[in-house]
């Protein structure tokens, strides 16, 4: 009896959950077949509309004789297509449009970037942008058109930027590669004035974006646009971020970035303080082979008709820069052998500096002993010739007394051709003591004549200085005050950023206990609470000062504001003016 009391329950729930089942299976379907017929009349109206306009284009309406109710219409199919979130629709309507309102062409298609952005669809705002560069043509730029160009691009870089989205690099990249693209037609435009007034927040924001691809733009965009000093500024701090860039950055980019560094003497400078081997980053590829070469010619390390016969091949091959890029490496390539050249006909009259060579070793060069230069020098006094840059490895050992080689790390240093002797700039010991702190190097001193004085073994020690004076300071102010934007004490250098995101500070993916304890632990021991407080309130008046910076970056603000509030309770001393974080 029991058992047939259960076996009827057991029934009982199975049918039930059966029914349930059917309910929501034909909720499913009711759902799909709505969803179907909206889509049906969606597309009903889209062929209707683009059947309008195929009409008055087979009718040969002229811009200026389209009426209202075909303007209307297109307005119409533009809301529609927006709403369908369909970039290839949105291509194919921009084409129309540009066939039927040529002159409004430019202007079309930045308005839609904007409603892109504004519906936060990043990935199509950034298609859109791709696409408008693509078919751009030096008629279409002139007039406003440029203007526009360069106010859309600004908007993206400053006013629209937002850090919580990862596709919101997309944009950052397409701009830089319009306003590049228009570079090769305009070189002085309203766009190298944006550049260089707006520099420092451009700059700023998209390092703080920390996306290499749109770093790597950014750099290629001010080198096209020959902005020697802004170009400077932007390497200095790409050497500063290398340590958010490493682990993501591509060979490809790495290439671009070194080439560009090539075009205004940076390059070498570049790979010495990122201890980037150049050659491991595609030996094969024309671009690396062209780059040892141009430096083994300007070092007569090859004979100068030779080496230009097998350069000239090597450069048709570029596959990774612009046609505009490889123009301008040509040029710069073609003056520096002029200088060699002219050098070599007039030995004894003229000096020419030449810069210092990236040789590819045949035979890999083992040192345990690495010299250092007491000061700066581009010639060896004694031997009256100048110094090549060259890679070695340099022995590595685990304390003062051991023997035995830890390991070897390849490293640039100085020679003399001719000479088995191989040298350290102080920059360049410097440099070596970030990446390698904690080991051991034998190491020989010289005079200013490079007389021996002695040889030692040293430990490489690299170590941030603590900030002096903490509390006696003016609070930082979170306010935005357009009148105090030359203050520096308000602007903390890019570089105090950098240091506290590298000691790990960060809102994206940290809870606020891991946050203090980097805040309390490492930042305030290390950079001091004044470089701590100055650099959080700073990034707090940056979003806030964004066009609708307080509700796009709430989280971000929200979450500084917290670890300020934390700093003031517990270190603040009533000796200074505490700061409001009110928007002016």
């Not at 007389?451 to 941030?464: G, P, W």
Request: a positive charge; one cysteine or more; proline letters at 2%.
């Amino acid at each position: 009896m029991m058992e047939s009391y259960e076996h009827e329950g057991r029934n009982a729930i199975i049918e039930n959950i059966h029914t349930e089942l059917e309910q929501l299976n034909k909720k499913q379907i009711d759902d799909l077949n709505h969803l179907k017929s909206i889509n049906q009349k969606l597309e009903e109206k889209v062929a209707t509309l683009s059947q309008q306009l195929e009409k008055a284009k087979q009718t040969d309406v002229h811009v200026k004789k389209v009426g209202y109710t075909d303007y209307k219409a297109m307005s119409v199919l533009e809301s529609v297509l927006l709403d369908r979130e369909d970039t290839e629709l949105l291509k194919a309507y921009l084409m129309k449009f540009k066939e039927l309102y040529y002159d409004k062409w430019v202007k079309k298609a930045l308005e839609l970037t904007e409603m892109l952005v504004n519906n936060t669809d990043y990935k199509q705002a950034a298609s859109i942008l791709l696409f408008t560069r693509k078919n751009l043509t030096k008629e279409l730029l002139q007039g406003q058109n440029l203007e526009l160009v360069a106010k859309n691009g600004r908007s993206f870089l400053i006013d629209w930027l937002d850090l919580d989205s990862y596709d919101y690099e997309r944009c950052l990249v397409q701009v830089f590669k319009l306003y590049r693209a228009i570079g090769e037609y305009y070189k002085e435009s309203s766009i190298k004035r944006l550049l260089k007034h707006d520099f420092k927040n451009i700059m700023s924001n998209v390092f703080l974006m920390n996306s290499p691809k749109a770093i790597t733009e950014m750099i290629r965009c001010y080198v096209a646009y020959d902005l020697i000093d802004e170009c400077h500024l932007l390497f200095k701090q790409f050497i500063n971020e290398w340590e958010f860039l490493k682990d993501t950055i591509t060979d490809v980019d790495l290439i671009r970035i070194v080439m560009n560094a090539l075009l205004i003497g940076q390059d070498m400078k570049l790979l010495n303080q990122l201890s980037i081997e150049i050659d491991q980053l595609g030996i094969d590829r024309p671009e690396i082979k062209s780059y040892f070469l141009y430096y083994d010619i300007i070092n007569k390390s090859i004979e100068y008709k030779k080496g230009i016969t097998e350069l000239k091949p090597m450069i048709k091959q570029f596959e990774l820069l612009s046609h505009g890029e490889t123009n301008r490496l040509i040029n710069y390539m073609n003056d520096t052998f002029a200088e060699v050249k002219g050098a070599k006909k007039q030995q004894i009259k003229t000096k020419v500096h030449q810069p210092p060579s990236i040789v590819t070793e045949i035979k890999k060069v083992k040192l345990n002993t690495i010299g250092i230069l007491p000061t700066k020098m581009n010639r060896h006094p004694k031997r009256n010739q100048p110094f090549n840059n060259v890679r070695v490895q340099l022995a590595l050992f685990v304390n003062r007394h051991t023997r035995n080689v830890k390991g070897y790390k390849w490293i640039f240093a100085l020679k003399v051709k001719g000479y088995n002797e191989f040298y350290l700039t102080k920059n360049q010991l410097k440099e070596l003591s970030k990446t390698n702190h904690g080991d051991y190097i034998n190491v020989r001193n010289f005079d200013n004549q490079l007389n021996v004085k002695d040889e030692r073994r040293i430990m490489l020690k690299y170590t941030i200085q603590p900030g002096s004076d903490e509390m006696n300071f003016k609070w930082p102010s979170t306010d935005v005050n357009k009148n105090s934007s030359n203050n520096q004490a308000e602007h903390p250098e890019l570089n105090s950023r950098s240091q506290l995101r590298k000691l790990g500070y960060q809102i994206t993916g940290m809870k606020r206990k891991e946050r203090w304890d980097v805040l309390e632990s490492k930042a305030i021991p290390q950079l001091g609470l004044k470089s701590v407080a100055y650099t959080i309130a700073y990034l707090i008046r940056g979003r806030k000062a964004m066009k609708n910076g307080a509700t796009k970056n709430q989280h971000a603000i929200t979450e500084w504001e917290y670890d300020l509030q934390r700093l003031k309770s517990k270190y603040y001393k009533q000796d200074f003016k505490w700061p409001s974080t009110k928007v002016k």
